[in-house]
Structure formats: C-alpha cells, structure tokens
C-alpha cells in the first residue's frame, strides 16, 4: 500500500465506523442532512418518516470530530447558534445533543438511510465516509431531500427542485415531477456530494422543497407532501396516518396564528395570489 492510500484507510478509520458489515447491491440511500437545507425539518424529517416502522440495522457511523465547529468566538448570541444544545432536569443533565451521523439499513427492502448533519469542516473527508459506505454496501442511487425558505404560501402544495449527477437521469425529474433547478449562489453539502457521485459510480438526485420563509420550527404539511411524492415515484409503501394527523393540527394551529396578524394573513393573500398566477401560466390556462 503506498502513502497516499495508507493516509486514505487510515483517514477513513479515524472518522468511519463500521458496525456492520452488510452488502446490498444495486440499494438506494435516502439521505438527510441537517443545518443548511433543513427548514422545516424537512431533510430530517422526511428520511426519519421513511425510516418508521421498519426493521433497521445500524450499519456505520460518521464520528463528530473534525467535522463541526462547537463554538466560535464572540457574543453569546453568536456562539449559541453552533453549541450543542443540552437540557437539564432537576439539577442533571437530560440530554445533550452532540452532532450524530447514523447510517441504517433496511435488508428486506435494500435501503440504506443517513441521517446526519451538514459538516462545518472537512468536507472532502466527510464526502469519503459517505462514499465509501456506498461503496461497501453496493449503494447504487442516493436520493438527498433537502428545503430552503421562499415565497410559497403555507396553504399551497410546496414547489419542488430536483437536480442529477449525470445528464442520463434528467428523465427522473418528470418522475418525481419536478422542476429542474436553476440556481446560482452559496452551495450546499449535498450539492457537493452531488459533484463527486459521477467518478464514484453513484447515481444520485437531489430534491430541494421549497417552505413558507415566514414559518419557523417543523413543517409536517412539507413533509408530508415530499414523503406522499417520493413513496409514490419511488414504490415506496407508507403509513400516512400519523403525519396527516401532525399536518391537520399544524395547519390548524398556523391559521389561527395567521388570523390574529392582519399584516401577515394580507402578505400571505399575495403570495397565494402570485402562487396561483404562476401555475395558470405554467398550465397555458387562460383567465376569462
């Protein structure tokens, strides 16, 4: 072994740990990231609902050393948006949440989830782990679902994006039936794993969900819209009930919310207004 793979193997060592050895060629990944294009929890989320019900084996996980920045120099403010987050209960500690990187596989069915967070640091390094877990188990398709902030009213069917590796895949976006991403600006993790699928043998698609910029904290009625349009493209069978349940009563909660801010419901008429505009053009639909 020369130098450069001995650094590689050992690299991989240090950050990857294997917790099972299972191979199932020609599976799909669903993946999840947290932190960049998580709004609404619908990276999370939407992997974390595929994953309910089955019968998992952790497969490998990614240790949090050298990937995140726990703290940063500066006002409270500043540096509490990158420290864990700990609870405690009584005079102990309850939880305390340190950055995880899980990977799961569901044998019967051949998929693999990872569910994680979006690195700080090190993003080559990370981007090895992933592959080579893809690698071991014969992960032929990844799927990242991912969300970022728009001008998408909560009352309409989220708009959805979706990217590929190779030019041969394009056909999956009408699939999936969505439209194909066009944008320029700060790149996510998932946009670079996304760049180094093709010289790894890995077929990968990207979903970005567009969610209501005026909301804050779970979005389930996203979630659910992803989760019903992935399953359906995918063949995937699921269990809706409980998160038609969390969507009614978000809905329910987010419109009486909405009904006691005037400025907000009236902003809210103009977004569903410009919403409803762009899908009569994109259909060819004439207003009489």
Not at 81 to 109: C, S
Not at 129 to 136: E, F, G, S, Y
Request: charged share 25%; glycine share 6%; with cysteine.
């Amino acid at each position: 072994m020369d130098l450069e793979s001995y650094t590689w193997a050992k690299m991989l060592d240090d950050h990857l740990k294997i917790l099972n050895d299972i191979h199932l060629p020609g599976s799909t990944m669903l993946l999840a990231l947290g932190g960049w294009m998580d709004g609404g929890f619908v990276s999370t989320g939407t992997v974390r609902q595929f994953m309910r019900g089955r019968k998992l084996v952790e497969v490998a996980r990614i240790e949090h050393s050298n990937f995140y920045i726990d703290t940063f120099p500066g006002s409270m403010e500043l540096a509490s948006l990158l420290r864990p987050h700990v609870k405690y209960n009584n005079g102990l500690i309850e939880t305390l949440e340190m950055h995880e990187n899980q990977i799961y596989a569901d044998v019967e069915n051949k998929l693999v989830f990872f569910v994680g967070k979006e690195p700080n640091l090190n993003w080559h390094c990370f981007a090895d782990c992933i592959l080579d877990v893809c690698k071991r188990t014969g992960v032929k398709q990844v799927v990242f679902v991912g969300s970022f902030g728009g001008s998408v009213p909560h009352t309409r069917e989220p708009r959805m994006f979706g990217s590929v590796s190779h030019k041969e895949m394009l056909p999956m976006l009408k699939q999936f039936a969505l439209r194909p991403t066009d944008y320029e600006g700060p790149a996510s993790f998932a946009t670079y794993l996304l760049s180094r699928a093709p010289a790894n043998h890995l077929e990968m698609l990207s979903i970005s969900v567009e969610i209501p910029s005026y909301l804050e904290g779970t979005n389930p009625i996203s979630i659910e819209a992803i989760t019903r349009r992935m399953s359906t493209a995918m063949n995937i069978p699921m269990d809706y009930d409980e998160l038609r349940k969390a969507s009614t009563e978000w809905e329910v909660q987010v419109t009486d919310a909405v009904d006691k801010d005037k400025k907000l419901a009236k902003n809210i008429r103009k977004l569903e207004d410009q919403y409803d505009s762009e899908l009569v053009d994109s259909l060819g639909i004439e207003e009489s």
